[in-house]
């Protein structure tokens, strides 16, 4: 089955083309073209995202990426004359006309290529930034209409989770049940998965999530942002030259009697206890690796507590900060008490946002049958399970 993935749910801008087959449990999937524009040094001279900034640059970039994931996979052919209606084409104008006319040219570029043979497009409905998500559902739905093929609304956290079958030929099989972590600069939630299609939301963050903990930390030390990556680096430099001058941070809920956590007062403490000194260079390793060894040992143990409430046959990892070297080898290592556990990454490409894994929770909810959609979705920035 051919799928067009739509992503614009935070900064960045990600379209794909997939061949997906095989059952629901462990599908084959084939990338056959796959774009993505990152906004990153837009955003970096803010030290964050600006969802209208985002969004402007979402309208701008989504065309061109559309043009490239076509060409790059041989399905741009030029047709020798218009063979969309007037009809849908004025249909699709109008819902374009939603975001002010940012998407530039868009209907004609479709009117002058050939029909390339999608069997659906798939876009992310949320969670996310409203303004953001909007100019992806909108260019599904157009491209919908002028295609004439069906569309539907997918969770970018259930995307997330399947991203681990990404490369997948078939070897990769979903266990149920399982249990999820999803670390990211939006979201930190461990997720049960009885079945197929289910899932129920143990254990979430109170405050801040871990990503968004690493780049308010990072920015006190004075790194770019995103911060996860160049304090996971400092970290490791850190800890490659064995520095022992270590800083004492709180490990916070440690020993709630809930799955939940908490990352605010961790960073507090961080801008306390470096506030009005001056850090050297391996000041700000040390600290960095701290910091990184306190979120590890708060993730490890809420894990291992979540294993013990739902016993589990499988761990699955995702979002941006699973590509943290760390953080993995510490979760890898939970198999030293549960043997018989599978536990799943995504590729490092696509642990943080992409369209690929919003196609993927497409294809597992159609063969699954379990897909809900209509003509009239909306972005949903706190769309839940
Ligand atoms: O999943 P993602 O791309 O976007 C959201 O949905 O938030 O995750 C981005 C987050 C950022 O906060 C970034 O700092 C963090 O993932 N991140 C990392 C690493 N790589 C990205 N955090 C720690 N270590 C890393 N290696
Ligand atoms: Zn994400």
Redesign the pocket.
């Known amino acids: 089955m051919k799928i067009l993935a739509i992503e614009t749910?935070?900064d960045?801008t990600a379209i794909s083309l997939l061949n997906i087959s095989g059952n629901a449990h462990s599908p084959r999937v084939v990338i056959l073209g796959n774009a993505l524009f990152s906004q990153v040094a837009i955003h970096e001279q803010f030290g964050g995202v600006y969802p209208n900034v985002a969004k402007r640059e979402h309208a701008k970039n989504l065309p061109i990426l559309l043009k490239k994931v076509l060409h790059e996979s041989g399905l741009e052919k030029k047709a020798k004359k218009s063979l969309i209606s007037q009809r849908n084409k004025r249909k699709a104008e109008k819902i374009l006309e939603r975001e002010h006319g940012l998407y530039n040219n868009l209907i004609e570029y479709i009117d002058s290529i050939r029909k390339p043979h999608f069997d659906a497009i798939a876009v992310t409905q949320g969670p996310?930034l409203e303004p953001a998500l909007w100019v992806g559902i909108n260019t599904a739905k157009a491209l919908a209409v002028l295609w004439d093929i069906p569309v539907f609304p997918i969770n970018?956290m259930e995307g997330?989770i399947v991203s681990v079958l990404a490369k997948n030929t078939s070897k990769e099989k979903l266990l149920f049940p399982n249990i999820s972590l999803l670390i990211?600069?939006?979201?930190t939630e461990l997720v049960h998965s009885p079945k197929l299609g289910a899932y129920s939301i143990i254990g979430k963050t109170r405050d801040d999530?871990?990503?968004?903990a690493?780049?308010k930390v990072?920015r006190m030390l004075g790194l770019p942002y995103?911060?996860?990556?160049h304090?996971?680096k400092l970290a490791h430099s850190s800890r490659k030259k064995k520095l022992k001058n270590h800083w004492e941070f709180p490990r916070p809920m440690l020993h709630s009697n809930d799955l939940d956590f908490s990352f605010s007062g961790l960073k507090t403490s961080v801008l306390y206890s470096i506030k009005n000194k001056k850090l050297s260079k391996r000041d700000i390793e040390c600290v960095a690796e701290s910091f990184e060894d306190a979120v590890t040992e708060v993730l490890v143990t809420k894990v291992e507590k979540a294993l013990l409430q739902y016993p589990s046959k499988m761990l699955i990892v995702g979002?941006?900060?699973a590509?943290?070297?760390h953080?993995k080898q510490a979760l890898m290592n939970i198999k030293e008490k549960h043997p018989r556990i599978t536990i799943l990454f995504p590729e490092q490409s696509l642990?943080?946002?992409n369209s690929v894994m919003i196609g993927i929770a497409f294809y597992i909810r159609y063969r699954n049958r379990n897909l809900k959609t209509n003509k009239t979705f909306k972005a949903s920035g706190n769309l839940g399970f």
Request: charge should be negative; charged fraction near 10%; glycine fraction near 24%.
């Open positions: 749910s935070c960045e996310g970018h997330h990211s600069g939006g979201h999530a871990v990503g968004e690493y780049d990072a995103p911060g996860g990556p304090i996971a979002g941006g900060v590509s943290n070297m953080i642990a943080t946002d």
